[in-house]
């Protein structure tokens, strides 16, 4: 079935460092592919998306590219902040377009 | 806009109970999923309501049922707690023939078994 693998944290990095967080998956079809965020005591945000190949998803600084070559989406910032202390969890959804399977998350933490 | 509702936030249930969890989507939405989402893991797919009713479900096991009502609000109903069934559940709305929906998550019912 799909699948999504993605880096283990944590991750810790300085303040103004350069991010990624590599994230691959499987599946038959074309899925759409996100970002989600999680910040403590809270539920899943929409960080960014893509729909098709080589669409790039943006937001906040963040970006991810769909490629479907090396089926991977991962997750880059050029400069992270110590709000983006979260954890991070990529997904697909299916082609039938209803359930997200998701990864198993990176804890990020950024240190000041 | 509210946005996608859950309650309670936090709930203890003793072993052998049962549970039920409660969703509002967000306003114009017509879908509800729910998903359980373990300690350190990401959420899995529980089952989705369309029309009242259920349209797809994951591997859970039929402990695990739910509900959609005419105005699209959801239940979640797990019977015979288990320990194991101690999670953040989350509810998930959308539009479900809109193509490219995006789905808004709630801010979970924390669940623990005792």
């Known amino acids: 079935g799909d699948s999504v693998t993605q880096m283990e944290g944590p991750v810790t990095l300085s303040e103004e460092a350069f991010l990624t967080i590599n994230c691959t998956y499987t599946a038959t079809g074309y899925p759409s592919l996100f970002w989600y965020v999680q910040y403590p005591g809270e539920g899943l945000q929409l960080l960014l998306k893509?729909?098709?190949?080589?669409d790039k998803g943006s937001n906040k600084g963040f970006e991810a590219t769909y490629r479907k070559e090396t089926t991977s989406f991962h997750l880059e910032k050029g400069s992270v902040q110590v709000s983006d202390s979260a954890v991070y969890f990529c997904a697909l959804r299916d082609s039938s377009a209803s359930k997200i399977i998701f990864g198993s998350g990176t804890r990020l933490s950024i240190r000041p | 806009d509210a946005g996608v509702t859950q309650s309670p936030t936090h709930l203890i249930k003793t072993r052998g109970q049962q549970v039920t969890l409660r969703c509002s989507p967000k306003?114009?939405?017509?879908?509800v999923s729910w998903y359980q989402q373990a300690l350190g893991q990401g959420p899995q797919f529980i089952f989705q309501?369309?029309?009242?009713?259920?349209?797809q479900r994951g591997n859970f096991p039929d402990r695990f049922s739910g509900h959609q009502f005419p105005n699209y609000s959801s239940e979640l109903n797990v019977n015979a707690l288990l320990l194991g069934d101690s999670a953040l559940y989350l509810c998930?709305?959308?539009?479900?023939?809109?193509?490219?929906?995006?789905?808004?998550f709630g801010q979970g019912t924390r669940l623990t078994v005792v």
């Open positions: 309501y369309y029309e009242e009713e259920e349209r």
């Open positions: 893509a729909t098709k190949a080589d």
């Open positions: 306003s114009g939405h017509d879908t």
């Open positions: 998930a709305s959308s539009l479900r023939w809109t193509g490219n929906t995006e789905a808004f």
